[in-house]
């Protein structure tokens, strides 16, 4: 019998997920989350085989990646399976180097969502076509690849945020933020903030908010 927690900040889809894996025979939903904080306390308590990892959970608490990279810390960590909406590069890479085992969009098949849920169970990567052809893609051509603090701060400047508002933010000086968008226009051949906007978007170097 497979153990499964499920970690997503909405009920219904909680619900949804819980009657599809509970038509499959050898899977055991042991737990729920509603924020990613529990989901770490939960896999420690309940010790489940396999965590459906949502990435967004409501404002101001941990991410799911956050959640991923305790949860795998953990003396016989579960596996985790990264369960999402999100498909931006951005986003795919931080799960995979969080230590999650797979990455599934929400849209999946009941029938790929169980496999990957087997797969992932038995210790092997589990990922949507879309998503390994996505990683494949990247690791032929690879991108520029901004550090987390340049990511952190360019996500900020697409939210609106003048240097002097990142600077507290961030708890950075001003000069600080200035470097780092800097580094950023060079790696991404921009030279305006709406330009290095636009190219990291286009590129799914930005994390969908």
Same mark, same amino acid.
């Given at each position: 019998? &497979?153990?499964? !927690?499920?970690?997503?900040?909405?009920? &219904?889809?909680?619900?949804?997920?819980?009657?599809? !894996?509970?038509? @499959?025979?050898?899977?055991?939903?042991?737990?729920?989350?509603?924020?990613?904080?529990?989901?770490?306390?939960?896999?420690? $308590?309940?010790?489940?085989?396999?965590?459906?990892?949502?990435?967004?959970?409501?404002?101001g608490g941990m991410h799911g990646n956050e959640a991923t990279a305790a949860i795998t810390a953990? =003396?016989?960590? =579960?596996?985790?399976?990264?369960?999402?909406?999100?498909?931006?590069?951005?986003? &795919?890479?931080?799960?995979? @180097?969080? /230590?999650?085992?797979?990455?599934?969009?929400?849209?999946?098949?009941?029938?790929?969502?169980?496999?990957?849920? %087997?797969?992932?169970?038995?210790? @092997?990567?589990? !990922?949507? =076509?879309?998503?390994?052809?996505?990683?494949?893609?990247?690791?032929?051509?690879?991108?520029?690849?901004?550090?987390?603090?340049?990511?952190e701060v360019l996500e900020l400047v697409a939210d609106g945020l003048s240097n002097q508002q &990142?600077?507290?933010?961030?708890?950075? $000086?001003?000069?600080?933020?200035? $470097?780092?968008?800097?580094?950023?226009?060079?790696?991404? /051949?921009?030279?305006?903030?709406?330009?290095?906007?636009?190219?990291?978007?286009?590129? /799914?170097?930005?994390? %969908?908010?």
């Amino acid at each position: 019998m &497979i153990r499964l !927690l499920l970690a997503d900040d909405h009920p &219904i889809v909680r619900a949804g997920l819980r009657a599809v !894996l509970a038509a @499959e025979p050898d899977f055991e939903v042991v737990g729920e989350a509603e924020t990613a904080e529990r989901a770490v306390e939960l896999a420690r $308590s309940l010790a489940p085989d396999v965590v459906l990892m949502d990435l967004r959970f409501r404002a101001g608490g941990m991410h799911g990646n956050e959640a991923t990279a305790a949860i795998t810390a953990l =003396p016989d960590a =579960p596996h985790v399976l990264v369960l999402t909406t999100y498909d931006t590069d951005a986003d &795919i890479l931080a799960a995979v @180097e969080s /230590g999650a085992m797979g990455y599934l969009l929400k849209d999946a098949p009941p029938e790929d969502l169980a496999a990957a849920v %087997r797969t992932a169970a038995a210790g @092997e990567s589990a !990922l949507a =076509p879309r998503i390994a052809g996505r990683l494949m893609s990247r690791l032929r051509d690879p991108l520029p690849t901004l550090s987390r603090r340049e990511g952190e701060v360019l996500e900020l400047v697409a939210d609106g945020l003048s240097n002097q508002q &990142i600077s507290k933010t961030l708890f950075l $000086s001003q000069a600080t933020v200035k $470097s780092h968008l800097v580094h950023i226009y060079a790696k991404l /051949g921009a030279d305006s903030r709406t330009s290095a906007v636009a190219t990291a978007t286009t590129r /799914g170097l930005l994390r %969908r908010r």
